[in-house]
């Protein structure tokens, strides 16, 4: 193909491939156990891809309504309901989308102005600042206190501005594993009461949460739901994150704004997984167990780590666990990251990469989403390390 020779000024220049499409090469190139890019390695229920069968064999095989397939927005409301105590209109209130991460940049678009500010806080899943400097807007870091990665809110409270138009939060936490407390909650509410900030609540691992902690979704406090766009993931709740299917709540006002920009970047999502999830969705054990399907995972994880030269303390929800190999080498993360996975045959991301002036604190990501059998190989190799 002969070279394109005109003018072309990038939308994002910094921007280069994602940390986890190129730890995940990475892994694959090197034959390493891939503990780096969050994703199940086991199946999703064989009874939900029954299901997503049947439903193509009946022929739901044509666009859904650009909301979503009102019955899927119904259950999803009654599980709102069930679950937070927050009642969601599933025809004003409630959309389905490609995933969480159109979920966001939907939003984010739909509301962010050139020269508004956003609040992040960070180390931030990295699709955020993106879709904020796409639309014109100016991120805020506020930086989560380690070890525990807490949120200092002082801290939040400066950085507020007349320019402020959002607060994105995420919790459970993606890459700490850090969760909100029912404190957290009220400060942000306290922050933004009165004021015109809206609020980013990104939930995707709303089940997956450890220790008896209770996930406080910003939809349980009435203030903060009014202002708020709520992203789930099905992706994260099934074991089906290849399917790229999510949904946002927002009061109709919010919603209203959503939809004018989601029905312009996919329309409308996949119409047989739709139904599919609709109908598997009235199994509510489904998602009252990932808790505890997941607590066991991470517990073997820990427990097989234990003997090795990392440190770390257990993560309190979401399906990664940070270590911290300072004791083993200074060099820094993204290096350590690459020479684990050539090296020990691991991979892991960097947690250095979720922070804009990539702050090294020598700590790696690993996912626990893995067959106990892929823990173990993956355990053994890291206790080798001297
Ligand atoms: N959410 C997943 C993670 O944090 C990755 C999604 C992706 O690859 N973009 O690893």
Redesign the pocket.
Known sequence: MPEFNGMLRSKLPQAGT?I??VMSALANEYKAINLS???PNFECSPKLVSLVNEYMKKGFNQYAPMQGIMPLREIIAAKMQDLYGATYNPEKEINITAGG?EAIYAAITAVVHEGDEVIIIEPA?DCYVPAIELSGGIPIYVQLKAPTYSIDWEEVKKKVSHRTRMIMINTPQ??TGAVMTEKDMKQLDNITKGTDILVLSDEVYEHIIFDGLKHQSVCRFPGLAERSFVVFSFGKTYHA?GWKMGYVLAPEKLMKEFRRVHQFIVFTVNTPLQYALAEYMENKDEYLGLADFYQQKRDYFIHLIKGSRFKFIPASGSYFQLLDYSAISKEKDTDYAIRLTKEIGVAS?PVSVFYHEQLDNKFLRF?FAKTNETLEQAAEKLCTIK
Do not use: E, H, R
């Open positions: 994602t986890f499409t890019q969050g994703f991460t899943y993606n890459p994150t991301v996912c």
